[in-house]
């Protein structure tokens, strides 16, 4: 007698628990990724060996524009909202809650003092396109270290950190460097890019 063959049956696979997860993956990272706030202006800093970080809080950076502006950038939101309540102070801005509110959401700054309200009250697209003529480091008016010492009034443990393009002026690194040692923080970073160290070869 002939034998009856059975008829194979294909494997079926399940795809519905991957992709779950899959999705679930790619909403965590969608949801913690920390997006990108583009600079002001442009920053081209040049190369070196050191393969310090900086870290990603308690930091004032100062930062130094190809046309030698000069901005100020704080990470952290809370530490933006104590630093706008005393400049405003300290300075007679006239600054409402809103303005602060505004200032607490910009990340980088670069302008003097009495463009600051008129800055804030810009739409949010009106505010990215208008050019930043960076903060005031004259000998008579220097509103960079009214910043930086309420910065580190407020955050005794901040690292100051000094990046600059590569094409700016020496003139406006030593007068931010002068700045700095006026006030006795004689200690900072530099912040560079990092090169392939040269072989021992």
Same mark, same amino acid.
Request: glycine residues 0%.
């Given at each position: 007698m002939a034998q009856v063959k059975t008829k194979k049956s294909g494997v079926? $696979?399940?795809? /519905? @628990?991957?992709?779950? !997860? @899959? &999705?679930? $993956? $790619? /909403? &965590? &990272?969608? $949801? /913690? @990724?920390?997006?990108? !706030? +583009?600079? +002001? @202006?442009? &920053?081209? !800093?040049? =190369? =070196? !060996?050191s393969e310090k970080k900086l870290p990603d809080e308690n930091v004032v950076r100062i930062s130094i524009s190809n046309e030698g502006a000069v901005f100020l950038t704080i990470a952290e939101q809370s530490k933006r909202k104590e630093l706008i309540k005393e400049i405003d102070k300290m300075y007679s801005l006239g600054l409402n809650e809103n303005d602060k509110e505004k200032f607490s959401l910009i990340e980088t700054f670069g302008v003097p003092m009495k463009q600051l309200k008129f800055f804030l009250n810009l739409s949010d697209d009106k505010r990215k396109l208008f050019k930043q003529e960076g903060i005031v480091i004259d000998s008579t008016n220097n509103e960079l270290k009214g910043w930086v010492r309420v910065a580190k009034t407020l955050n005794a443990n901040a690292i100051i950190a000094i990046k600059g393009d590569r094409d700016s002026e020496y003139a406006v690194f030593k007068k931010v460097i002068a700045t700095m040692q006026e006030m006795h923080l004689n200690r900072f970073s530099l912040i560079t890019g990092l090169e392939n160290k040269p072989s021992a070869n």
């Open positions: 079926m $696979l399940d795809m /519905t @628990a991957m992709c779950d !997860v @899959a &999705f679930l $993956l $790619l /909403t &965590f &990272f969608i $949801l /913690t @990724a920390k997006m990108k !706030v +583009p600079d +002001p @202006a442009k &920053f081209e !800093v040049p =190369s =070196s !060996v």
